[in-house]
């Protein structure tokens, strides 16, 4: 009873965090609209890692499904 309890306490804070802070912040100040040079080279720094990220888990991912497919020793029936 005291562990779904605290589940619930921990969803409502989040939950609350949330809506609280989707109203932080104004409109014209975004990390996705650059001013200046400095700002276009951050965001291309950004979208640089991020693809650099997004390739890693690809195959990090492909390297976990090959190993799934390899070594499966549950049958299925």
């Not at 001013?35 to 888990?57: E, K, T, Y």
Request: glycine share 6%; proline share 1%; with cysteine.
């Amino acid at each position: 009873m005291m562990k779904g309890l605290k589940n619930w306490r921990l969803f409502s804070l989040l939950a609350v965090l949330t809506v609280f802070l989707a109203g932080c912040g104004q409109e014209e100040l975004s990390t996705l609209l650059p001013a200046g040079q400095v700002g276009r080279d951050q965001f291309n720094l950004l979208l640089l890692s991020s693809a650099i990220m997004l390739l890693v888990i690809l195959v990090v991912v492909a390297i976990y499904l090959v190993a799934l497919v390899r070594f499966q020793t549950l049958q299925i029936r």
